[in-house]
Every structure is written in structure tokens, then in C-alpha cells.
């Protein structure tokens, strides 16, 4: 009886520790399933952190290229300029020069001197692209001009 009587009090000591390690083990697989999804969402986190990161660098190259080619457009724009400001005075140069010629046929004859001049500089100016450039030189400035 009385070995009985021990072996119900172990037994019931043991279900009392199966219950009490079945809570136990609940609440661990609860702490795991929490932790995986804290995991999970620090994850996606890292991951969303790095694809805005990518997206912030990508766009910082975009702004650069931009940027560069803001500074080619204002340097041609400067060279362009400077060039319009040479050719206007040049022209302002020739027409005071025509002012001071009074004689008709002295006007005629200086102003086909000016254009054999001219004609003249755009040979020298051609040749010097073609040189540069070689003989579809015209194509290749406009595709620089367009940035291609």
C-alpha cells in the first residue's frame, strides 16, 4: 500500500512537471515564433533600408550625369556666346567701314573682297574639321552637340 501510495504521488508529481514543462515548452515555441518574426521584420526592414539606399545612389548618379551635362550645355552656351559677340563685331566692323566708303563701285568691290575673305576663312575652317573630325565631320560635331 504504501509503495502504492508513492508511486501515485510520484506520478502525480510527474504529470504535474509534464504540465508544468508543456507550459514551459509553450511559452519557449511562443518566444521562437516571436523572435522569428521580430527576424523577419528587421529583415525586410534591412532589406527595404538597402533598396532605398540603391535607389538614393542611383538617383545621385542621375543627378550627377545631369549635372555634367548641365556644365557641357553652359559652356557651349559660353563659347556660343563669345562667338555671337565676335561676329557681331565683326559685322559692326564692317558696316562702319562700308559707312565710310562713299563711292558706289568702291562699295561693290569691298564687299566682294569681304566675301572672297570669307569664303576664304570657311575653306581653312573646313579643312581644319576635316582634319579633326575627318570628312563627315559635320555629322560628327552634331551628334556631339547632341550628346551622343
Do not use: Y
Request: glycine residues 6%.
Amino acid at each position: 500500500m504504501q509503495a502504492d501510495f508513492e508511486a501515485e504521488g510520484q506520478m502525480t508529481f510527474l504529470k504535474d512537471r509534464d504540465i508544468s514543462l508543456s507550459l514551459r515548452l509553450g511559452q519557449i515555441r511562443t518566444d521562437v515564433l516571436i523572435l522569428e518574426r521580430k527576424i523577419e521584420s528587421e529583415t525586410r526592414g534591412r532589406a527595404a533600408a538597402q533598396r532605398r539606399r540603391d535607389e538614393l545612389k542611383h538617383e545621385q548618379e542621375e543627378l550627377e550625369k545631369l549635372r555634367e551635362e548641365i556644365k557641357k550645355v553652359l559652356k557651349t552656351g559660353e563659347v556660343n556666346r563669345e562667338v555671337a559677340i565676335l561676329g557681331a563685331a565683326e559685322i559692326e566692323g564692317d558696316i562702319l567701314a562700308l559707312h565710310r566708303i562713299s563711292d558706289r563701285d568702291e562699295k561693290d568691290q569691298w564687299i566682294r573682297l569681304r566675301l572672297e575673305r570669307h569664303a576664304e576663312e570657311m575653306r581653312e575652317l573646313t579643312g581644319q574639321a576635316e582634319e579633326l573630325f575627318g570628312p563627315n565631320w559635320e555629322e560628327r560635331i552634331a551628334e556631339m552637340e547632341a550628346g551622343v
